[in-house]
Nanobody, 123 residues
């Protein structure tokens, strides 16, 4: 059973940075493809970024150039470095395991969701 625990969220001013971590159960990071999603109050869950087995990365247009997804197989952890944060980035950020599908951006293609970590960006 895969376990995912997010951390690193907090309150920052616009233009600031945060680094989120997704600690996974043993073997998860090296064996599976992982992604980050976010959900703001009153809004649908939104794709943020994903990383494949080969290390290829995918990003939502809204975060390209500002966010970077990476992984550490040794630490069994996936990261999301968030720079130049904007108030519209405010949301609960979750990581999840990709299980299949035509697009990495589709939430239905993922399972084993973490509980999320809150990111709040003030203006």
């Amino acid at each position: 059973q895969v376990q995912l625990v997010e951390s690193g969220g907090g309150l920052v001013q616009a233009g600031g940075s945060l680094r989120l971590s997704c600690a996974a159960s043993e073997g998860t990071v090296v064996s599976y493809q992982l992604g980050w999603f976010r959900q703001a109050p009153g809004k649908e869950r939104e794709f943020v970024a994903a990383i494949t087995w080969s290390g290829s990365t995918y990003y939502a247009d809204a975060v390209k150039g500002r966010f970077t997804i990476s992984r550490s197989n040794v630490k069994n952890t996936v990261y999301l470095q968030m720079n130049s944060l904007k108030p519209e980035d405010t949301a609960v950020y979750c990581c999840a395991v990709f299980r299949g599908g035509s697009k990495y951006s589709l939430p239905d293609g993922y399972h084993y969701w973490g509980q999320g970590t809150q990111v709040t960006v003030s203006s």
